[in-house]
């Protein structure tokens, strides 16, 4: 197995497990320590990775930890009570921001998304191919806005419990569904040549931040 692909193993393994953790605490009341930890964990590692890429690392985590522990200490009962709607800004502004990402790439004088890391692939791409991953942009746009409505309208109308279970499991599934269909979908419709595969994917979104071209395969 490949570096990328086991990084998108543990990534999507680290996910499951939150969503389990995250599903388990919404639907008993009397797990709000737990529902408070998986709450704040990826705020945590968030600001341990934006530590670790400061000119002075160990300074900086040491700093941010002394922060982020006296602020937790101070708030922790505030947020154990209110972690649901942690959880419920935490899903929300991920795919605000991946819809605004796909969206973005959509407007006039830029490049679909999708496009580009096909182009990183294969190209230069063809028309038909360049429409056909511009529509891809599309439906991923659509499917962000989608969830993140869907999300927002059971997390105020809905059962705590039902909520948690379309957040964590129900909108993710569509997701994979999405893009398994988009997958099956190329081979019906691209030529060989434009059939990238689920590594090589994997391999072109890891490297969409960066200069140069992703490896091709």
Same mark, same amino acid.
């Given at each position: 197995?490949?570096?990328?692909?086991?990084?998108?193993?543990?990534?999507?393994? !680290?996910?499951?497990?939150?969503?389990?953790?995250a599903?388990?605490?919404?639907?008993?009341? #009397?797990l709000?320590?737990?529902?408070? #930890?998986?709450?704040?964990?990826?705020?945590?590692?968030?600001?341990w990775?934006a530590?670790?890429?400061?000119?002075?690392?160990?300074?900086?985590?040491a700093?941010?930890?002394?922060?982020?522990?006296?602020?937790?200490?101070?708030?922790?009962?505030?947020?154990?009570?209110?972690?649901?709607?942690?959880?419920?800004?935490?899903?929300?502004?991920?795919?605000?921001?991946?819809?605004?990402?796909?969206?973005?790439?959509?407007?006039?004088?830029?490049?679909?998304?999708?496009?580009?890391?096909?182009?990183?692939?294969?190209?230069?791409?063809?028309?038909p191919?360049?429409?056909y #991953?511009?529509?891809?942009?599309?439906?991923?746009?659509?499917?962000?806005?989608?969830?993140?409505?869907?999300?927002?309208?059971?997390f105020?109308?809905?059962?705590l419990?039902?909520?948690?279970l379309?957040?964590?499991?129900?909108?993710?599934?569509?997701?994979?569904l !999405?893009?398994?269909?988009?997958?099956?979908?190329?081979?019906?419709?691209?030529?060989?040549?434009?059939?990238?595969?689920?590594?090589?994917?994997?391999?072109?979104?890891?490297?969409?931040?960066?200069?140069?071209?992703?490896?091709?395969?």
């Open positions: 197995m490949n570096g990328a692909a086991a990084r998108a193993l543990l990534a999507a393994a !680290l996910l499951l497990l939150y969503g389990l953790l599903h388990i605490s919404n639907a008993d009341p #009397s709000r320590a737990l529902g408070a #930890s998986v709450a704040v964990a990826p705020l945590v590692l968030a600001a990775v530590a670790g890429r400061a000119p002075r690392p160990m300074l900086t985590t700093l941010i930890a002394a922060l982020l522990s006296a602020l937790l200490v101070h708030f922790w009962q505030q947020i154990e009570r209110n972690f649901p709607l942690m959880y419920l800004l935490q899903q929300q502004g991920a795919y605000l921001l991946l819809a605004a990402a796909f969206g973005r790439s959509l407007m006039p004088g830029q490049i679909a998304l999708c496009t580009r890391w096909a182009d990183r692939l294969h190209g230069p791409l063809p028309l191919v360049q429409r #991953s511009r529509n891809v942009t599309i439906a991923w746009t659509v499917y962000f806005l989608g969830a993140s409505a869907l999300n927002l309208l059971l105020t109308i809905a059962p419990p039902v909520w948690s379309c957040a964590n499991f129900v909108c993710p599934a569509l997701a994979l !999405l893009f398994l269909g988009e997958y099956s979908l190329r081979y019906l419709v691209l030529p060989p040549r434009h059939r990238a595969s689920i590594a090589a994917m994997v391999r072109a979104y890891l490297h969409s931040g960066q200069r140069g071209t992703a490896p091709r395969g």
